[in-house]
């Protein structure tokens, strides 16, 4: 098979392509330039760039780089800044892997004849009886990126392949250590990778959109305090929002921009009892009744129903079975269903949508 492998510059891509080459398949390499200034999360940098062309050269492939700094922008980073201006709290990975890695890096691959594409991820591909395929968990609990693949449907699955997944971290350097790959001992990438440490997101969003004052007040709509940028407020936050000191841990619990105001609450006001999902992606057929619920990339899953909303076709509510922590508006909800792969259990991704 002749499969175009997304090189990253890490350890888990260089890996990916070399249990390719072992398993017999012609490989190439492929490293996507997005971003176009400074990056220092250890992905999407000139330096991961140069690693990749490195690992690709000591594994004895081709390797390419793609241009898509103006996709990158346009579907990334665009959405990204108007997220947050909106009071809205994106996912900028998800939606790279939506639009960038599973859609223009797979058009490239068709227009160049490519059979397949692989990359890095720590998820796994789970044939179901009627051989359709599914996103499922990575065997390493502790590093699955199944959540931030929701987005990729069950017909791309016929052409995507997932090496890693199958394997621990621990597994993947080792691998990568008797090889004499230059990225064994890589860190793993953190953060968004066009947010630079140094600066943070802060002044990113300032150099594109204006950041506006907010009152913040209590549940009784009494002002207790302000903060200088509402775009930076987001829900579930309890630091930096300039309040005295008190007995009770306060967080916030609603973030109006319209209005310029940031309520706060206790844990208890914190807490629901459902929540609303919309731009919703289902692997194959909508999902009603009992699922398995993950907020954040690193989210730990929590039961829920999920419910068709009367009058509202295109959107979902999710009862919880306890009362869960507020979803921020704009993150992603991914719904997993549990099933027995050969007597283990095993998660696999039925759907997703954004939180409203």
Same mark, same amino acid.
């Given at each position: 098979? @002749?499969?175009?492998? %997304? ?22 390499? *492929? ?42 922008? %346009? ?63 990575? %065997?390493?609990?502790? @590093?699955?990126?199944?959540? /931030?693949?929701?987005? /990729? ?23 990568? *250590? ?5 990225? *064994?001992? @890589? ?20 150099a594109r959109t204006e950041l506006h004052p907010a009152r913040v007040v209590d549940s009784d709509g009494h002002q207790v305090g302000t903060v200088d940028a509402i775009e930076m407020v987001t829900i579930g936050q309890r630091r930096g929002l300039n309040l005295a000191g008190g007995a009770e841990p306060r967080f916030v619990t609603d973030v ?5 105001? /940031? ?19 289902? %692997? ?17 899953? *929590?039961?829920?129903?999920v419910e068709q909303i009367e009058g509202r076709p295109d959107e979902m509510r999710l009862l919880w079975s306890e009362p869960h922590r507020r979803v921020a508006p704009g993150q992603s909800v991914v719904l997993y269903q549990a099933l027995t792969n050969g007597g283990v259990p095993r998660e696999i991704v039925v759907g997703g949508g954004i939180?409203?």
């Amino acid at each position: 098979m @002749k499969v175009l492998a %997304a090189l990253s510059g890490g350890v888990d891509s260089s890996v990916m392509a070399a249990l390719l080459l072992a398993q017999g398949h012609e490989v190439v390499g *492929a490293t996507m330039k997005l971003w176009g200034g400074e990056s220092d999360s250890g992905c999407c940098s000139v330096s991961d760039v140069e690693d990749a062309r490195r690992s690709a050269a000591q594994l004895g492939i081709d390797h390419h780089v793609f241009n898509f700094t103006e996709e990158f922008n %346009a579907e990334v980073v665009d959405p990204y800044v108007d997220a947050y201006a909106n009071g809205r709290t994106p996912n900028p990975c998800i939606e790279c892997n939506r639009k960038l890695k599973f859609d223009v890096l797979f058009r490239r691959a068709d227009m160049l004849g490519f059979d397949a594409v692989a990359t890095g991820h720590h998820a796994r591909i789970h044939v179901m009886p009627d051989g359709s395929r599914r996103i499922a968990r990575g %065997a390493d609990e502790r @590093k699955d990126q199944s959540y /931030v693949l929701y987005p /990729v449907r069950a017909a791309d699955l016929e052409r995507v392949l997932l090496p890693v997944g199958e394997m621990t971290k621990d597994e993947v350097r080792t691998i990568a *250590a008797d090889l004499g790959l230059r990225t *064994a001992p @890589k860190p793993d990438s953190q953060d968004v990778c066009f947010i630079t440490k140094t600066d943070g997101r802060e002044a990113f969003l300032a150099a594109r959109t204006e950041l506006h004052p907010a009152r913040v007040v209590d549940s009784d709509g009494h002002q207790v305090g302000t903060v200088d940028a509402i775009e930076m407020v987001t829900i579930g936050q309890r630091r930096g929002l300039n309040l005295a000191g008190g007995a009770e841990p306060r967080f916030v619990t609603d973030v109006d921009v319209a209005t310029s105001t /940031v309520t706060i609450g206790s844990r208890r006001d914190l807490m629901i009892d459902s929540t609303d999902i919309a731009n919703l992606v289902w %692997a194959t057929e909508p999902v009603h009744g009992e699922v398995l619920v993950q907020c954040s990339a690193h989210g730990t899953a *929590a039961p829920a129903r999920v419910e068709q909303i009367e009058g509202r076709p295109d959107e979902m509510r999710l009862l919880w079975s306890e009362p869960h922590r507020r979803v921020a508006p704009g993150q992603s909800v991914v719904l997993y269903q549990a099933l027995t792969n050969g007597g283990v259990p095993r998660e696999i991704v039925v759907g997703g949508g954004i939180a409203n």
